[in-house]
């Protein structure tokens, strides 16, 4: 598949969301709400799941599955309370001792008026600094799109994972299309030369590992659980000086040269 034919299938109506990861990998799931400022954004959504007897904390970006869903959680763009929110849970899944696990799925973080005076650009930043340092094992899948700082404010994690179709990029190829060629028809070489694919990432080692999809992804589902629970029982070995360094450590080697 070309890049483009994997960004439509990122896109594509009917893709599971993350609900149906939540519900297929866990045994149970308990949602949180509210960011102890503002308000409750459905965009994001999270809470406390179990996993083989064990807590985790959970925060997943939900597109919503039908129309009245998907306006309701604004199409999985986030307002600033969303990511305020997102690193409450962590925040307390932290001073409990709780591994994270992030899913991710958005066009980008919103950009409307409201969430401009609401402080969006502090609010992902917040993020991507809490993450950072989080004293708590943090796993993030990309299960669909990556846009930019929206997707980016719940990736700081230990290993980031995609999606066999998912895509991760700093920017929209329409918007890199504008951009570069003057010409938002040319996406497909935009999505092309930004590197957007899983395939793309796992060669430059920003994502850990690409899970394939299959039919229905039932086998998906099983696979990512699984995985949960090694990838978590090793992070959780880890003490917490180790396991901020490493995770730093990660970030640090992203975007080196390569011969």
């Not at 997943?60 to 309701?72: F, L, R």
């Not at 991710?104 to 409201?114: I, K, N, Q, S």
């Not at 060669?203 to 229905?216: A, H, M, S, T």
Request: hydrophobic share 40%.
């Amino acid at each position: 598949m070309t890049a483009y034919e994997r960004l439509c299938a990122a896109r594509a109506k009917g893709r599971p969301t993350a609900r149906a990861y939540i519900d297929h990998v866990f045994d149970s799931f308990f949602e949180l709400h509210g960011d102890r400022l503002f308000g409750d954004d459905l965009a994001v959504r999270g809470g406390i799941a179990e996993l083989d007897g064990k807590s985790i904390t959970v925060v997943s970006i939900e597109k919503g599955e039908d129309t009245k869903e998907k306006i309701a959680r604004n199409f999985g763009s986030p307002n600033p309370e969303g990511y305020r929110k997102a690193l409450r849970l962590m925040k307390q899944a932290e001073k409990f001792h709780r591994p994270v696990f992030c899913l991710v799925d958005t066009a980008g973080a919103y950009c409307g008026l409201g969430a401009e005076e609401r402080g969006q650009g502090s609010a992902i930043a917040q993020n991507l600094m809490g993450m950072m340092g989080l004293k708590t094992p943090i796993v993030s899948l990309l299960i669909g799109e990556g846009g930019s700082g929206g997707a980016l404010a719940l990736a700081v994690a230990d290993e980031v994972w995609m999606m066999e179709n998912a895509v991760y990029s700093v920017i929209s190829p329409e918007g890199a299309a504008s951009i570069l060629y003057k010409d938002a028809g040319q996406v497909e070489r935009a999505a092309e030369e930004l590197r957007i694919t899983a395939q793309d990432l796992l060669r430059f080692q920003v994502v850990e590992r690409v899970i394939p999809e299959g039919e229905g992804f039932e086998a998906a589902y099983a696979q990512i659980r699984a995985l949960l629970q090694q990838t978590m029982a090793r992070l959780c070995a880890m003490d917490d000086e180790t396991l901020t360094r490493v995770r730093y450590e990660r970030f640090r080697k992203i975007g080196g040269l390569m011969e």
